[in-house]
């Protein structure tokens, strides 16, 4: 029996992005099917207790720039502390970080490995001072990862996307999720948030092989 794991997150977050490459590790090592579930982080939050980094409090927010710094050095991944493309208060365009979640939902609906593609736009807007919101610039994305970027953009607020990316979110508000990413072996009720946390995910997924 394939073993499913899903991964709860946001197309804004710097911890998904950190989370790639041990991930991809991860899910070839243990031969796992991944399941990406993009959700609606600002409407899901609120429910269960997030608390958006834009909203906390000077030392909060100080504080997380520094774990940034540490984890990008000790990762030896690119990340610029403040992005040109994240808004560091209240965005004028609301759904700004929802746009490119849609694009990864619709090449995982068309069957492709859509981990690739998130990858690339979470490195796009955290490393490559590149605006993910635009579709412009989704589409370059997808096209240089080897998608076919215009297909996938067309099918972004389709119907069967919408639905998904709304049911994701609803799935997220069960099970308690309050953070991206956060982790959840189908079928099992343990959450493990963050992206230092995968290495309990790695453990977890040894004692089911065994």
């Known amino acids: 029996m394939t073993i ?3 991964c709860y997150y946001s197309l804004s977050s710097p911890w998904a992005y950190f989370a790639g490459p ?10 796992v099917k991944l399941v990406l579930k993009p959700y609606d ?5 609120q429910q269960t207790g997030g608390i958006p980094i834009r909203t906390r409090p000077a030392p909060r927010r100080s504080y997380h720039a520094e774990e940034l710094a540490r984890w990008r050095d ?11 493309h994240y808004p560091q ?12 979640g849609w694009m990864v939902i619709a090449a995982q609906q068309r069957g492709e490995d859509a981990f690739v593609l998130s990858h690339a736009l979470l490195r796009a807007l955290w490393a ?3 605006d993910t919101s635009q579709a412009t610039v ?3 994305v997808a096209d240089e990862n080897g998608y076919d970027g215009r ?27 309050f953070g991206a990413p956060t982790f959840i072996v189908r079928g099992h009720q343990e959450r493990w948030w963050g992206q230092d946390r995968l290495f309990f995910v790695d453990r977890f997924l040894d004692r089911l092989r065994g």
Do not use: C
């Not at 982080?41 to 939050?45: D, M």
């Not at 297909?151 to 999720?177: K, M, N």
């Open 89 to 100: 208060s209240t965005p004028a365009d609301p759904d700004w970080n929802k746009y490119a």
């Open 138 to 140: 989704r589409v370059a």
């Open 41 to 45: 982080f600002q409407a899901v939050v």
């Open 4 to 6: 499913q794991l899903d």
């Open 151 to 177: 297909a996938l953009h067309a099918l972004e607020r389709t119907p069967a996307v919408q639905q998904e990316y709304r049911s994701f979110s609803e799935e997220a508000v069960q099970l308690g999720v």
């Open 22 to 31: 041990q991930l991809q590790d991860i899910v070839r090592r243990h031969r």
């Open 74 to 84: 000790h990762l030896g991944m690119p990340l610029n502390l403040e992005p040109s």
């Open 128 to 130: 490559e001072e590149r």
